[in-house]
């Protein structure tokens, strides 16, 4: 257990709607991350945050959008879904504010199915 | 744009046999990262390896960044260590992360 924790597991909806994932980072860490994992793009780098303030920006859609909270929990919103977007979403935290020089801890993901 | 390529893509290994798996990326990096995706799903950071070597129990990383490529060792293969071997790119900016396509390992007993 990584001590990230991601809701819900499972998300299934339609195309056009808007779905929210949460992450909640480990005890300390005060960065977050979002990674989309999907069989057409493989593992890309969506954003990071760190203290409530973005860092990092990857591969993010114009439709996603991300936030993190004065409590250090992270949402990862996702508008007017199409079928690619049919993917596994993982979060992961670390206490420093780089992408290059912290280690970071994964959560188990959510896997979110656009029919 | 960046570009980083894994080999191979399919390792299939007995139980205590070694391998090596290679990462090449296209230009400069100011980091480059070792990542284990086991096959339940679970990411773990393994390695994040500028240059030089880094040794972790029965892994090791080596990163020649003046050549463009890193290379993941595995000695005594174990069961536990079957799933996808990812690498990524860290520009030098530090804002953006690129993977590989990973190499999935599959060790037998």
């Known amino acids: 257990d990584s001590g990230v924790t991601q809701t819900p597991k499972h998300l299934i909806t339609a195309t056009g709607q808007r779905v929210t994932l949460r992450c909640s980072p480990r005890s300390g860490d005060l960065s977050v991350y979002w990674y989309q994992q999907s069989l057409d793009q493989g593992l890309q780098f969506l954003i990071q945050?760190?203290?409530?303030?973005?860092?990092a920006k990857g591969n993010i859609l114009e439709r996603f959008s991300a936030q993190q909270f004065p409590d250090l929990h992270s949402e990862l919103n996702l508008s007017s879904l199409e079928l690619g977007d049919s993917a596994l979403y993982f979060c992961a935290s670390s206490v420093g504010t780089g992408l290059a020089r912290n280690e970071q801890f994964f959560g188990p993901g959510t896997r979110l199915t656009v029919l | 744009g960046i570009q980083v390529e894994q080999s191979p893509p399919d390792l299939i290994l007995q139980e205590g046999a070694n391998s090596t798996l290679r990462c090449n990326f296209s230009?400069?990096?100011?980091?480059l990262q070792w990542f284990h995706q086991n096959p339940w799903g679970q990411l773990i950071n393994l390695f994040y390896?500028?240059?030089g070597t880094k040794q972790n129990g029965r892994l090791s990383a080596t990163t020649v960044a003046t050549e463009r490529y890193s290379l993941l060792y595995i000695s005594s293969s174990q069961t536990t260590d079957s799933g996808v071997y990812f690498c990524a790119k860290i520009t030098y900016n530090n804002n953006d992360m690129r993977f590989g396509a990973g190499t999935r390992l599959t060790v037998k007993p």
């Open positions: 390896i500028p240059s």
């Open positions: 230009d400069s990096v100011n980091n």
């Open positions: 945050y760190y203290n409530g303030e973005e860092r």
